[in-house]
């Protein structure tokens, strides 16, 4: 399980759908998760899906697609055809925190995974159930322990060093936490169970300074 996390686009549509791209095409996330619920990751998906059917991509439209397409179509425009709905069919991984006052929880390696917006929001309950808290509204980058359990921000879209978070479930246990940049690159990391902290690695937390 690997799940991609993007912070708040604060309304940079071009640079959140080159983040959720880069996290689909090149880390291979099999989820998305939007720290918000601005509409922003709708809009790139609806975006992305009219350009790979050239129609209206609406799942209940499927088969009218393909019998206008096919129907006196070549092997390879038929081809084409099935790759655009394949590709299509993968934005279904996008997906937004359903309300700023709402959580969206997540099971990694076993382990509860909250994801918000604000992390004010959180209460007792969801503090002492969950081992990952993540949320979105911070102005950077932010990977903090808390005993055993993680805070994590990617911070917004397009901000220095981040942008963009990866939970992976690690082969020999634990969930790897990485922050990364707009490039991809990995600016933090950090291990939850499966064994000790990455050695050597700096964690940018909260006040802004670094651990590690």
Do not use: H
């Not at 095409?25 to 918000?36: A, G, M, T």
């Not at 059917?53 to 099935?82: G, H, K, M, Q």
């Not at 709905?85 to 925190?97: D, F, G």
């Amino acid at each position: 399980m690997r799940l991609g996390i993007l912070g708040p686009a604060n309304r940079d549509l071009p640079a959140l759908a080159r983040a959720a791209q880069l996290l689909l095409d090149e880390v291979q996330v099999d989820k998305i998760i939007y720290l918000s619920d601005d509409g922003a990751l709708d809009l790139v998906a609806k975006a992305w899906a009219y350009q790979l059917v050239d129609a209206n991509p609406s799942e209940d439209l499927l088969f009218s697609r393909a019998a206008v397409r096919c129907a006196r179509a070549t092997p390879e425009a038929i081809d084409a055809y099935v790759a655009a709905e394949r590709a299509r069919s993968r934005l279904r991984a996008l997906t937004s925190i359903p309300s700023r006052q709402l959580r969206s929880i997540e099971l990694v390696d076993g382990r509860v995974a909250v994801f918000v917006y604000d992390k004010a929001i959180l209460d007792q309950d969801d503090i002492a159930a969950a081992s990952l808290l993540v949320f979105g509204r911070s102005q950077e980058p932010t990977m903090k322990r808390i005993g055993s359990r993680m805070f994590v921000s990617p911070g917004p879209i397009g901000t220095p060093g981040g942008g963009m978070a990866v939970l992976e479930e690690a082969e020999s246990g634990g969930v790897r936490v990485e922050i990364r940049n707009a490039s991809g690159a990995v600016t933090a990391e950090d291990m939850l169970g499966g064994g000790p902290s990455l050695p050597g690695i700096k964690m940018r937390v909260q006040d802004g300074k670094s651990s590690g």
